[in-house]
């Protein structure tokens, strides 16, 4: 037992007594459960487990990206590029932006709270919306930072609201756009207008980690806002459309006085050699991109559907994922892990009565389907 976490301690003082309240108080981040701990607890064969709790592309990583690997295995011995200086230079190309203006992260989620360490400390606040991802909470309490939180309209961001929490103290304000875990969208014209009005004192963080799945209608290039706006950070992922969440790989772009700032906090070696070799290969295969759209598109048309025929409510997406109501949530995903399908409860997002539902194959949708169907139809199902 002398290694367990919970041996108790003795009554001496202790470093954790001092450590700052709010990192006592952080609720740690509840990521989808993995397959292997699914197979284990239920007694399950990982092999028919369907899994579409992450927002993870079901196609996989891009057979582009695994040649990549492959290539750059040999130089493993050795530091990755700290630079990233080939990484960059596939960005800027792809993107149209200079390559002085690109922070990498270890997945985008260490660019936000790059951006939240660099800017902002203990007594000052970060706004962000009701129902937006959960890292942003995590980002802001892990410096000590006050967050105001924005009630959501129609489970979307209020941008007027938002811009009218902005105190005298707040430094930074992150808008999820398409938003996790609600897949809400804000079209360009209505976010445009939002930046602008924003004080030039205080940071935008725009999160765009789902806009490749926009369809052609919606789709908006945000990079050039950053070269009008000098307190607009842009950040995208290579972990949804791309293919490569177990990589960890993505990136903001922001004006120089911005990049440099977060580039001081940043680990120097944060993105490792295979995740930058994997980065630059995917972001040149615009044919696994339209893949991943086109069966995005079709696989959320299958939900939809699926949930219309069983008169469940759900939020229309612009995401690689779903929100459906499902009322007694915690129930329906028991009887859901016992047929082998993981999905993503948001109770710890205060939406108790929804599922998020990541957007599979055809057939890993059919399957939830099917299992949903079971679970209401159980007599603990329907609420
Ligand atoms: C998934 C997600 C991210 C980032 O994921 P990384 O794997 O860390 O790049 C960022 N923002 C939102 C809203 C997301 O849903």
Same mark, same amino acid.
């Given at each position: 037992m002398s290694n367990s976490v919970t041996a108790a301690r003795p009554a001496a003082p202790h470093p954790a007594d001092g450590a700052p309240g709010y990192v006592k108080a952080l609720a740690p981040y509840r990521p989808g459960k993995p397959i292997e701990e699914v197979a284990r607890e239920y007694g399950l064969d990982p092999a028919r487990i369907v899994k579409l709790a992450s927002n993870e592309n079901p196609l996989g990583m891009p057979a582009s990206a695994r040649a990549a690997i492959q290539s750059a295995l040999d130089e493993l011995g050795r530091y990755p590029d700290a630079n990233g200086f080939l990484l960059k230079a596939a960005i800027a190309r792809r993107y149209d932006v200079p390559a002085e203006w690109i922070t990498l992260g270890n997945g985008s989620n260490d660019g936000l709270e790059l951006a939240a360490r660099a800017l902002c400390t203990v007594g000052e606040s970060i706004v962000y919306a009701q129902y937006s991802f959960a890292v942003y909470a995590l980002a802001t309490q892990a410096i000590g930072a006050r967050a105001i939180v924005v009630p959501a309209v129609r489970y979307g961001h209020d941008l007027?609201?938002?811009?009218?929490?902005?105190?005298?103290?707040?430094?930074?304000?992150?808008?999820?756009?398409?938003?996790?875990?609600?897949?809400?969208?804000?079209?360009?014209?209505?976010?445009?207008?939002?930046?602008?009005?924003?004080?030039?004192?205080?940071?935008?963080v725009l999160d765009e980690a789902y806009t490749e799945y926009l369809t052609p209608a919606q789709r908006?290039?945000?990079?050039?806002?950053?070269?009008?706006f000098p307190n607009l950070i842009v950040s995208r992922t290579l972990s949804k459309a791309y293919g490569l969440a177990g990589l960890r790989v993505g990136f903001s772009v922001a004006q120089p006085a911005l990049t440099e700032l977060m580039n001081r906090?940043?680990?120097?070696?944060?993105?490792?050699?295979?995740?930058?070799?994997?980065?630059? #290969? +995917? =972001? @040149?295969?615009?044919?696994?991109?339209?893949?991943?759209?086109? !069966?995005?598109?079709?696989?959320? $048309?299958?939900?939809?559907?699926?949930? #219309? +025929? =069983? @008169?469940?409510?759900?939020?229309?997406?612009?995401?690689?994922? !779903?929100?459906?109501?499902?009322? $007694?949530?915690?129930?329906?995903?028991?009887?859901? =892990?016992?047929?082998?399908?993981?999905?993503?409860?948001?109770?710890?997002?205060?939406?108790?009565?929804?599922?998020?539902?990541?957007?599979?194959?055809?057939?890993?949708?059919e399957a939830f389907l099917a299992a949903l169907k079971q679970a209401l139809a159980a007599p603990d199902g329907r609420a």
């Open positions: 007027d609201a938002m811009l009218q929490a902005i105190e005298p103290d707040t430094r930074l304000v992150f808008v999820a756009n398409p938003n996790n875990p609600t897949g809400t969208f804000v079209d360009a014209a209505a976010l445009r207008r939002f930046i602008e009005r924003v004080p030039p004192q205080v940071a935008i908006y290039d945000a990079m050039p806002w950053v070269r009008e906090v940043r680990q120097p070696f944060n993105v490792n050699s295979l995740a930058q070799a994997a980065a630059i #290969a +995917a =972001l @040149g295969d615009a044919a696994f991109l339209q893949q991943s759209f086109q !069966i995005n598109q079709d696989g959320l $048309r299958q939900l939809e559907q699926g949930f #219309a +025929a =069983l @008169g469940l409510e759900y939020v229309p997406s612009s995401g690689n994922f !779903i929100l459906v109501r499902v009322g $007694r949530a915690d129930q329906i995903n028991e009887h859901l =892990l016992r047929a082998g399908v993981i999905v993503r409860p948001v109770g710890n997002y205060d939406l108790p009565e929804w599922l998020r539902i990541s957007v599979g194959l055809p057939a890993e949708n």
